[in-house]
């Protein structure tokens, strides 16, 4: 099992890395809203990232044991696909960015006037977004291939879920421990990530990208 969390370690990082939640708590906690809105996004996004790998685990365990799961060569071949996938969504993305929007986009507009129930709902969103999805089945298959128990497989789940929410877990505690002190932080913090997230992006799934191929390559 712990081999098993060091393999995924890199793919729940680049998860945790994601801009897009991470932005939109920040956008939360510095609107004013009520406490419970953004813990209401953290509870979505990690009910939404743990659903959405549990799912692709109980997928990939109802293949037959003569086939995928005990077939290295066609284990590698669906790494390789993911990772080849992930690379190019980074590399068009990366192609079609905003260098200078004109405009915030309506998503960061929206999140001034969230409520509860929407914030739970957008985190359970965001765990469907391309990314993550490619991420989970990368993960789905590492875990997947190692034929775990069902109480070994929810630890990793459990592991790859907590390090993916960490980014947004983090300012939230640290909103809630100290208001009025992390106002300028985060919002400096909130002015990076917009003003450099598709570097942090491309460089993040690049680098995830060429791991996952790279195990693919090691099971032929």
Partial sequence: MTEVIGQILPLAIAVALSTVPIIATILILLSGARPLVSV???????????????????????????????????????RIALGTALFAYSVLKWRHRTKHPQSTPRWMDALA???????????????LRPKNIILSIAAAVIIGDARLSVDDAFVVVGTFTLIGVSTVAAPIIGHFAAPQKTQTPL????RWIIDHSAA??????????????GSGISKL
């Fill in 187 to 190: 919002d400096a913090t909130r």
């Fill in 113 to 127: 006037r969230i409520n509860t129930i929407g914030a739970l709902g957008f985190g359970l969103a965001l765990a």
């Fill in 200 to 213: 942090i992006m491309l460089t993040v799934a690049l680098f995830v990208s060429v791991l996952i191929i």
């Fill in 40 to 78: 209401a996004l953290l509870i979505g996004w990690a009910a939404g990232m743990a659903l959405v790998l549990t799912v692709l685990v109980w997928g990939i365990g109802l293949i037959p044991p003569s086939t995928l799961r005990r077939n290295d060569t066609a284990s590698a071949l669906v």
